[in-house]
């Protein structure tokens, strides 16, 4: 069955703390995998897309990893900002379709002053 | 752009109502889809549009749901009669072909 499992549910941390959040999948074709960032009251944004050959890839204080062998994904954020404060949300595609996603249930980060 | 606008933003109605959700996808993008989020389960895929043909709506919870797309600049989800179940965010996205999808505000409905 393919799924999308994230962990931890919810953290959180004080600013300026690093962080790191876990993304494990079952899909089975694999296409690419995204982080999307859903801050509150709002529709997620795309932070990083990452295809089956690349492991590692930043977007300013956000750095995304991707073990297509072992079926794993983290997301790490660098000296956390309060701005940071949302919730992310793993999702993978498979190979056969647009519409083929598989939405983890997101992570729900606080940083606090 | 103005990115994918969504209306209503809030949308409060007693149950047995029809509900009607609008989209304007962001122009030029061939790809339209419509989710709705709930703490419990998180984002789903209702309904997929390509070239404003419906592709995939297994998603679709039940008959009480449908949607359309009579051209590429706009898209409804309809729910009648509505459900207290179906209180729930619904986000509208859009892309074009398999790239990045951009969602809107999304729709916060409460049936009562």
């Known amino acids: 069955k393919n799924q999308v499992e994230q962990s931890p549910q919810s953290l959180i941390i004080l600013e300026g703390k690093n962080c790191t959040l876990q993304c494990n999948y079952t899909v089975s074709p694999f296409s690419n995998l995204r982080w999307y960032k859903q801050d509150t009251g709002r529709g997620p944004v795309s932070l990083t897309i990452m295809t089956f050959s690349e492991n590692t890839k930043s977007n300013g204080r956000y750095t995304a990893t991707l073990d297509a062998d072992t079926k794993q994904s983290s997301l790490h954020i660098t000296a956390s900002q309060l701005s940071d404060s949302a919730s992310y949300i793993c999702?993978?595609?498979?190979?056969?379709?647009?519409?083929?996603?598989?939405f983890g249930t997101g992570t729900r980060l606080t940083v606090i002053p | 752009d103005a990115g994918v606008i969504q209306s209503p933003r809030h949308e409060v109605t007693e149950m047995g109502q029809e509900v009607t959700l609008r989209c304007k996808p962001i122009?030029?993008?061939?790809?339209l889809f419509w989710y709705r989020q709930t703490m419990m389960r998180g984002l789903e895929l209702l309904i997929y549009?390509?070239?404003?043909?419906?592709?995939?709506d297994s998603g679709m919870p039940e008959d009480r749901f449908s949607a359309k797309m009579p051209n590429a600049s706009f898209s409804t989800l309809k729910i009648q009669p509505s459900e207290p179940r179906d209180s729930a965010v619904y986000f509208c996205a859009s892309s074009f072909g398999r790239s990045e999808q951009f969602f809107g505000p999304g729709t916060r409905l409460t049936v009562l």
């Open positions: 122009s030029g993008h061939n790809s």
């Open positions: 999702v993978v595609s498979g190979e056969t379709g647009a519409n083929n996603l598989f």
């Open positions: 549009f390509n070239n404003n043909v419906p592709i995939d």
